[in-house]
């Protein structure tokens, strides 16, 4: 069965410094996809990354980078030098890609992370 | 280009009460879905749909109905509110994958329902 676990509910770390949210993932599947979302205390939600199973290169997008590991099952996203607006919950998502091609499954997050980002 | 809009923002109701929340989005999407969230739960999927006339039912669905009309439209019914439907309500669509499941998911602003 589909599961996505963060282990880590609340994270604090003070500014400018570096932190790693941890996403690990449950699948039956070979093709899958997997997401980054942030949700800053203003509420609404924000598609960070996806990434596809056959892909394993690690991405960077300015201070954020994301580390996918299928051997572990991880999907890992480091934010550098952190920011006081990186202050957000932060949900890892897992989306099964079933054969034939059209079908569908749904999208499974997990209980999200809440970082903190202190002045 | 509004993205994914929903209608209302806020509501009050009291128990025992109907409404029906209203999402839309146009950007010709054809995956829609509604979630719940509420604090430390994440985000939980009510109902959704792959396509104009279909819907399927999600993790949490008791108490809530749907409907996809019109493609660009995707609307949750309460038809007897009870305190426990108290939460944040977001929509969102999605382009299928190239290779199945979905593209990332765009979400509305969400609806903040209190039942009294």
């Known amino acids: 069965a589909q599961k996505v676990t963060q282990a880590q509910t609340e994270i604090s770390v003070v500014e400018k410094e570096d932190v790693t949210l941890d996403c690990v993932y449950e699948t039956r599947d070979t093709t899958y996809y997997l997401f980054w979302y942030k949700q800053p205390p203003s509420g609404e939600l924000v598609f960070l990354i996806r990434r596809n199973s056959f892909d394993e290169q690690n991405e960077i997008s300015g201070r954020y980078s994301w580390n996918f590991q299928k051997s572990t099952s991880s999907f890992n996203f480091t934010i550098t030098a952190s920011q006081v607006v990186d202050s957000a919950v932060y949900f890892c998502a897992l989306s099964e890609a079933l054969s034939p091609k059209t079908s569908y499954d749904k999208v499974i997050f997990g209980p999200g992370t809440s970082l903190s980002v202190i002045p | 280009n509004a993205g994914v809009t929903q209608t209302p923002k806020f509501r009050v109701l009291k128990t025992g009460q109907s409404m029906t929340l209203l999402c839309a989005q146009d950007m010709n999407h054809e995956y829609m879905y509604w979630y719940r969230q509420d604090p430390g739960m994440g985000l939980r999927l009510i109902h959704y749909s792959v396509g104009e006339g279909t819907t399927a039912k999600g993790e949490v669905p008791d108490g809530y109905n749907v409907s996809r009309l019109k493609k660009q439209n995707f609307l949750l019914g309460l038809e007897s509110a009870a305190p426990s439907q108290t939460s944040v309500y977001f929509c969102?669509?999605?382009?299928?994958?190239?290779?199945?499941?979905?593209?990332?998911?765009?979400f509305g602003p969400g609806t903040r329902l209190t039942v009294t």
């Open positions: 969102a669509s999605s382009t299928p994958g190239l290779a199945g499941g979905t593209d990332e998911q765009y």
